[in-house]
């Protein structure tokens, strides 16, 4: 195979004809580049996510009409819109369709065919501004090369069959000196039907390409110069780290740091494939290097936050010495599809927060009644909002001597709801107020890093 590149273009990168033109011009100017993944145009997808929830009539012409004007905001700005025209016009009719049918009824599995909509429009158009930029560029249905499960939502991609399928459509084209465009976070299921990686899902399409076509690296391009010590919008001090490894990275993109989606580096660490994040907006800025063996590895590397957690906190007293308790809990959670970050346990009760990187789910709604009452049947069950975790992220903290100490003198006038440290060597979770949550940033950071 060649030595190239997968390059990765998020919404924000992708939102108008101005920012699809800048990629453009930064795939031109990396011969290296051979396939391109895209986003959706920023904002469609929760557009479309609120469209696969159902809507009244009125509310549904109205999103229906500013998915259209995200469209045709890039159309309008086209040399030659005619060439592509027609397959958004079919798409937007076939996104109406899909949204009538969801008022009635809403399935997980009509939401994916909804929701995936956004990332077919945005690989079109950005194929056609590649085109009139005088550049050969081939639109590939990521569908007929990324296999997945039936898990709608948050569907697991089955690697064997994503390796064949790129062996027999993807590899050649790359072989033959082709410049692809597809779309990531979308797959295909064992039946045809389409399914979703779940939110931010497309670094993870980015990765799993890299890996089957076996390139030499994933550049993913997004609105920030690389993955910073915390978010700068929070703390403005905050630096941009050069290169960090895949540990680290795993872990601030697990709780919280957006610019990765947590599920990126799988493949990555599997192929030992470097991941390269940068500003599409400035694409000579810089960016963060995340490798296998990175230069430096310091104690503390990043704090990371996660804000909207919801806390279950399960207690029976029967539950002391009894064997099998924590195993009812864990099975009743997952026969509803829902898997679990922290959990800590006491004498007679558990506390355990709640993935919610499902792409439709909002958070709370998978808390249903029937999960609810099922539990109740196994123990009393307490709900918690209004959280928010916070995590320090660094090398061999199990290692180090007054690691605890120093956090909690630095956080003494600060409540902490939940502790979790020792599970990993590379952090230690903090679960506080919501209303803190920046102050508990702020003063880690200053402390810390500063």
């Not at 809990?329 to 959990?343: G, L, N, W």
Request: with cysteine; hydrophobic share 40%.
């Amino acid at each position: 195979m060649l030595n190239f590149s997968v390059a990765k273009f998020g919404g924000t990168s992708v939102a108008n004809h101005e920012a699809m033109t800048a990629c453009a011009n930064i795939v031109i100017a990396d011969p290296d580049t051979r396939v391109v993944v895209l986003s959706a145009s920023a904002g469609v997808t929760n557009l479309l996510v609120a469209l696969a929830n159902g809507q009244s009539s009125e509310e549904r012409i109205r999103l229906l009409s500013e998915i259209r004007q995200i469209q045709e905001n890039i159309l309008s700005q086209l040399k030659d819109e005619s060439q592509v025209r027609s397959e958004i016009e079919k798409i937007l009719a076939h996104i109406a369709q899909l949204a009538e049918q969801a008022t009635t009824n809403s399935t997980e599995e009509l939401s994916d065919a909804l929701i995936s909509q956004g990332e077919m429009m945005s690989s079109l158009l950005f194929v056609q501004v590649l085109k009139e930029l005088n550049v050969d560029a081939q639109w590939v249905d990521v569908r007929t090369v990324v296999a997945t499960d039936s898990h709608f939502g948050k569907a697991m991609p089955n690697d064997e069959q994503t390796q064949i399928q790129s062996d027999a459509l993807l590899a050649p084209l790359v072989q033959q000196g082709k410049l692809i465009v597809t779309q990531g976070f979308i797959g295909r299921d064992p039946q045809g039907r389409t399914t979703t990686l779940g939110r931010g899902g497309s670094d993870y399409s980015a990765a799993l390409l890299a890996e089957v076509l076996k390139a030499k690296n994933v550049l993913i391009w997004t609105d920030v110069a690389g993955i910073y010590t915390t978010d700068p919008r929070i703390v403005p001090t905050a630096w941009r780290i050069d290169s960090m490894s895949f540990s680290e990275a795993a872990e601030m993109a697990t709780f919280g740091a957006k610019v990765l989606h947590p599920s990126t580096l799988l493949p990555a660490v599997r192929s030992n494939l470097p991941v390269y994040v940068g500003s599409s907006k400035d694409p000579q800025a810089g960016g963060t290097w995340v490798t296998r063996e990175p230069q430096q590895r310091p104690q503390f590397r990043a704090v990371a936050l996660r804000r909207d957690q919801t806390l279950l906190t399960l207690s029976n007293p029967s539950m002391v010495h009894a064997q099998g308790f924590l195993a009812q809990i864990f099975q009743t959670i997952a026969d509803h599809k829902i898997s679990v970050d922290m959990v800590i346990t006491s004498e007679a009760s558990v506390a355990l927060t709640l993935d919610k990187t499902g792409s439709a789910s909002s958070g709370t709604e998978l808390l249903s009644t029937e999960l609810l009452a099922q539990l109740n049947e196994i123990a009393q069950v307490k709900v918690d909002t209004g959280l928010s975790l916070v995590t320090l992220i660094g090398n061999e903290l199990h290692k180090s001597e007054g690691v605890v100490k120093t956090i909690f003198d630095t956080l003494e006038s600060y409540s902490i709801r939940m502790i979790s440290y020792g599970a990993s060597t590379n952090s230690i979770c903090m679960l506080v107020n919501s209303n803190q949550a920046n102050a508990v940033v702020n003063t880690l950071h200053k402390n810390l890093f500063e």
